[in-house]
């Protein structure tokens, strides 16, 4: 039969077919082939047994946390308290992007702004929306429900912006306290953390505690370049440009020309000397 993984505890596997939840051992050979079943693989699995037999091809994998086949990331941004951070964002935005994972910006604390703060926060968001991604606020709700709909969703940014608030707005059954991060009831903040999937909405949501491993390790700087999706509209005369001390590179061009956002470019060159 094949089935999610939808948690692990010790060396048992939930896995999740029709409905219906069987705790699983794996095959003793995965540990001679070194195969790590992750939350989030589809297997093939014996319901007899209570066996995993197979770990089928992933989309994606994440070192930490370890989990698999996450289609996309709301990425909860506060305007203050945190204050909004573009380094940030934009780290977390190539993160996803190394990963195929569909990135969604979520705002949050709008109502602790003025207006004209309001008006500059979103002269830089709509520049993330000319490059293809969507932007909804925390208080769009329904909209959040629709993009949540056949998908399989991860929430994660800056402690204390706000995930635990919105993940009380779309289902006030979990009753997450403040500055809490599980969705499952009775697990405190600093309790050892299991990482879950659960039903949600026609999709599913994997509960992390967040995702940590923002350094860029195993990425080599072409594919840092790659993940800044608005430098391939501006082709360069040079094969392999990496944008930097290239006199007539085209993406420095158009960062003077203000088409580029100044801010993304000088996280580009941070990001870039990370890897190196």
Not at 6 to 18: A, E
Not at 188 to 212: A, C, Q, W, Y
Not at 213 to 233: C, P, Q, T
């Amino acid at each position: 039969m094949q089935g999610q993984i939808i948690k692990i505890v010790s060396d048992l596997h939930y896995v999740s077919c029709n409905g219906n939840l069987y705790p699983c051992k794996c095959r003793g050979i995965f540990r001679k082939e070194h195969i790590t079943p992750l939350v989030g693989d589809y297997v093939l699995f014996s319901i007899e047994k209570k066996v995993i037999e197979e770990v089928l091809p992933r989309k994606n994998e994440f070192n930490r946390p370890k989990v698999s086949n996450i289609d996309q990331a709301f990425i909860i941004t506060s305007l203050v308290r945190p204050d909004f951070s573009l380094n940030l964002l934009d780290k977390l935005l190539v993160t996803m992007e190394l990963h195929n994972v569909e990135a969604i910006i979520c705002i949050t604390k709008e109502d602790l702004v003025s207006k004209d703060e309001l008006k500059e926060f979103y002269k830089v968001l709509d520049y993330y929306k000319s490059i293809g991604y969507k932007v909804v606020s925390n208080t769009d709700i329904s909209e959040i429900k629709k993009l949540i709909e056949g998908k399989t969703s991860v929430f994660t940014g800056q402690t204390g912006a706000g995930k635990s608030t919105l993940l009380n707005k779309l289902n006030p059954k979990w009753n997450l306290e403040t500055g809490e991060i599980s969705l499952a009831l009775g697990r405190g903040k600093h309790t050892t953390r299991i990482v879950e999937l659960f039903d949600f909405n026609g999709g599913k949501i994997m509960d992390t505690p967040g995702f940590s491993a923002l350094d860029f390790y195993g990425y080599i700087k072409e594919n840092i370049r790659d993940s800044f999706r608005e430098f391939k509209n501006y082709p360069c005369p040079f094969k392999d440009c990496m944008h930097t001390k290239e006199s007539e590179c085209a993406v420095k061009r158009e960062v003077l020309a203000n088409n580029i956002l100044e801010s993304r470019y000088e996280n580009y060159l941070n990001f870039i000397e990370e890897v190196k």
